[in-house]
């Protein structure tokens, strides 16, 4: 793990306290950035989720759903929990905390927000950052690269009815057209480009170290897209966040209580099934982990910049590495519990 995805956390926390000191000294400015959008996307955080989003997708390789049938009870879990589970738990604890626990610290339109948000997380199966969890766990490349493959292929087609369909259970309207155009601007869009670019350099005869260093070229651009949305983000809510301050605790509590409790289904469930651990450790950290460069734009798209749920998809990005690094402790520390995959294969 790289000195930026080490310390991934305090980078985020100094944008927000960078994102707040300008939004109260220059609101004309961010007033300004608000106003340049067409098709209810802004233009300026469209470019920053592209920075981001782009590198990623070079990354996929779609040729691994060859292999799609290896390691059957590993893929088939990671599919589950993220597609039939993680959506399901993250809008029922939503519910629970902001119109019960939390009820009467925040008003109902922002709660429908905070969960809206939080919906958006957890209907985004993580696509980058999974490479570096399963690669601190010593996980199967392989099958970390078919099982972020394939979740992005069905995310495709399930992220837009899924959120649709809980979105609609916070009292929210839900509109389909800018929901579908987010979908298509943040998913199809950079995965086309990806692919692209992947191909591009095989027709060139390039091989995998050339395309690393291209993508070794693209990493600062996505550092700074996703720390320049976070300043952007922040900016524009400095002075709701100022009034509210302890809206950042409220929204990190579920989310926190989301990925320990996802990622324990998951665990148990891998030991129960005796997945070797170069299997278990990434199927089960996918899903506690979140895309939340789609979500932060799909939220931005749906309810503004200025949006609970604009905020709460960032604070989930601040309260992520944390938890994934205990998570992969925890991984690293049971490993002993999982067969091997490698010492099975030489049986």
């Known amino acids: 793990m790289g000195l930026f995805e080490r310390y991934l956390s305090l980078w985020v926390a100094l944008s927000i306290i960078l994102g707040m000191l300008?939004?109260?000294?220059?609101?004309?400015?961010?007033?300004?950035?608000?106003?340049?959008?067409?098709?209810?996307?802004?233009?300026?955080?469209?470019?920053?989720?592209?920075?981001?989003?782009?590198?990623?997708?070079?990354?996929?390789?779609?040729?691994?759903?060859?292999?799609?049938?290896?390691?059957?009870q590993g893929m088939i879990l990671t599919l589950v929990v993220n597609w039939l589970i993680k959506p399901f738990t993250m809008a029922a604890l939503g519910w629970l905390f902001f119109k019960v626990v939390f009820a009467g610290w925040v008003d109902p339109q922002t709660a429908d927000e905070y969960i809206a948000g939080m919906i958006l997380l957890g209907v985004a199966p993580c696509t980058a950052m999974v490479f570096v969890w399963s690669q601190l766990t010593k996980g199967d490349a392989t099958f970390t690269l078919l099982q972020v493959s394939l979740n992005d292929i069905i995310m495709i087609f399930a992220f837009a009815p899924i959120a649709a369909l809980l979105l609609g259970l916070t009292e929210l309207t839900v509109p389909w057209k800018t929901l579908i155009l987010s979908v298509m601007l943040y998913v199809v869009l950079p995965l086309v480009a990806g692919i692209v670019t992947r191909n591009q350099f095989q027709k060139r005869h390039l091989g995998s170290s050339d395309l690393q260093r291209f993508l070794v070229k693209l990493k600062p651009w996505s550092i700074f897209g996703l720390l320049a949305m976070v300043v952007l983000l922040f900016g524009f809510q400095a002075e709701s966040i100022l009034q509210?301050?302890?809206?950042?605790?409220?929204?990190?509590?579920?989310?926190?209580?989301?990925?320990?409790?996802?990622?324990?289904?998951?665990?148990?469930?891998?030991?129960?099934?005796?997945?070797?651990?170069?299997?278990?450790?990434?199927?089960?950290?996918?899903?506690?982990?979140?895309?939340?460069?789609?979500?932060?734009?799909?939220?931005?798209?749906?309810?503004?910049?200025?949006?609970g749920a604009a905020l709460a998809t960032v604070v989930g990005v601040l309260v992520e590495v944390p938890v994934m690094l205990s998570l992969v402790w925890l991984a690293n520390r049971t490993r002993s519990f999982f067969p091997d995959l490698y010492q099975k294969d030489l049986k």
């Open 22 to 72: 300008l939004g109260v000294g220059f609101p004309n400015l961010f007033a300004k950035i608000a106003s340049l959008e067409w098709a209810h996307v802004n233009l300026l955080v469209a470019l920053l989720i592209w920075m981001m989003i782009y590198p990623m997708m070079v990354q996929v390789d779609f040729s691994a759903i060859r292999r799609i049938g290896w390691q059957p």
């Open 244 to 307: 509210q301050p302890v809206a950042i605790v409220l929204i990190a509590i579920p989310l926190l209580i989301q990925a320990y409790g996802i990622f324990a289904i998951s665990y148990l469930t891998a030991f129960k099934l005796q997945l070797p651990h170069q299997i278990a450790a990434p199927a089960c950290l996918i899903g506690t982990s979140n895309f939340f460069e789609l979500s932060v734009a799909v939220a931005i798209s749906l309810f503004g910049l200025h949006s």
